[in-house]
């Protein structure tokens, strides 16, 4: 396009349909490095007139704020329909006149139409019970050798081969129904690619899989598992929860060697360390749900812990009787566990405490000491008597 004086070009574009759409109008300069962009709403019938001469004269500024330089004397333009992007109702025209020697040409440019159409997903992926999940359509443009959104143009012809797995609406909404595999697709009118003023429209009809993926989750609240061999420390509980029911469980813990399982194939497990985590947390959780072809996963973090010392809580006096000597102290301990030094929460009673007594000196040679073995309370607290 020549832009001086008396010479200049003039492009239009109309809008050819029964609703208003955004016009857009790209203008290519400076061997296509630079670019001046306006947009306009057409009505139907509507049509759009830009002189480029003007433009540069008037230092009219674009939707960007930049002008088009004077030293702009050729390049390229590109009109794009952004209300209705598969099948455009814009038409166009350019007109370049010579006021010096009274000459004008028509030019006419070429239909940036779509080779090809592919879903958005392929497969898509829902879960069982799940939220419904969009799915569109891309098409790709030959002249910008990228992928445009037409889904608008594909409203309205979707279908699932099996809608007892998944159905599909009017705008390509994809529901899950039950576990399974399936196909689901749609067809649509896009602009092909030709010269103008043949642009034909293509139907195509892209399709792509469509999953029901059962779900699970763990819903145990125990992170941890205890390492010890005697059989007053207690295994503890996780479980899992897997839909549809009638699936199968696989629980594993990572890294090997940390954490077992009783019964790794069942939805509740009861856990036993092995050897102690070096780190809280350092141990992945992962349950594996298979419900026919289709599975899926739960992870959660968690701790070996190993018991390793008693801390005073507590300590009561309890005074003699009348006339007698010596001392009664009731101590109470609470029990931690490495890593991390972490307090044994309540609700873990039972657990042995044996007792060992060594004394360094005394002034009763012969006094005979006295042990036992004792055992944590619902608030996972030791309680010791010391007398005299």
């Known amino acids: 396009m020549s832009a001086i004086a008396y010479h200049s070009s003039i492009i239009t574009a109309g809008n050819g349909g029964t609703q208003p759409t955004q016009a857009a109008l ?73 006021k010096t020697y009274g000459h004008a040409a028509y030019g006419c440019g070429v239909c940036c139409g779509y080779n090809a159409a592919i879903l958005w997903y392929d497969p898509i992926n829902l879960g069982f019970q799940g939220s419904p999940v969009a799915d569109g359509v891309w098409g790709y443009n030959v002249c910008s050798q990228g992928y445009d959104d037409v889904t608008s143009s594909f409203y309205g012809d979707w279908s699932s081969q099996a809608t007892s797995i998944v159905t599909v609406d009017y705008y390509g909404t994809h529901t899950p129904q039950h576990e399974g595999s399936t196909t689901t697709n749609t067809c649509g009118d896009i602009e092909s690619t030709a010269h103008y003023p043949l642009c034909p ?39 899992a929860v897997g839909k549809p029911d009638g699936g199968n469980y696989s ?57 390793v010392y008693l801390a005073l809580n507590t300590q009561i006096s309890v005074p003699p009787p009348s006339g007698k000597y010596g001392y009664d102290y009731r101590l109470t301990y609470d029990t931690y ?29 012969g006094a005979t000491t006295h042990t036992g073995t004792g055992a944590t309370d619902p608030n996972s607290e030791f309680t010791d008597r010391l007398a005299h």
């Open 201 to 239: 429209a293509l139907r195509r009809c892209p399709q792509g899989g469509a999953n029901v993926k059962p779900s699970v989750a763990i819903t145990g609240a125990s992170s941890f598992a205890f390492v010890g061999s005697d059989p007053t420390i207690p295994k503890v509980l996780q479980q």
């Open 251 to 307: 629980w594993t813990a990572s890294p090997t060697g940390r954490i077992s399982f009783d019964n790794p194939s069942s939805d509740v497990v009861n856990m036993s360390g092995i050897n102690p985590s070096t780190s809280v947390g350092d141990t992945t959780l992962t349950v594996n749900y298979s419900v026919g072809t289709q599975s899926a996963t739960a992870t959660s973090t968690a701790t070996s812990r190993i018991f």
């Open 26 to 98: 790209t203008i290519f300069y400076n061997q296509g490095t630079q670019k001046y962009e306006l947009v306009q709403t057409l009505q139907p019938d509507e049509q759009m007139w830009i002189d480029i001469g003007k433009l540069i004269r008037e230092h009219v500024a674009d939707k960007n704020g930049n002008t088009l330089p004077p030293t702009a004397t050729s390049g390229s333009f590109e009109i794009r329909d952004l209300t209705h992007t598969g099948l455009g109702t814009l038409f166009e025209g350019k007109i370049t006149y010579d």
């Open 337 to 365: 566990t490495c890593p991390g030094g972490q307090i044994l929460q309540p609700g873990f009673s039972g657990i042995s405490v044996p007792e060992s007594i060594s004394v360094s000196s005394t002034n009763m040679p």
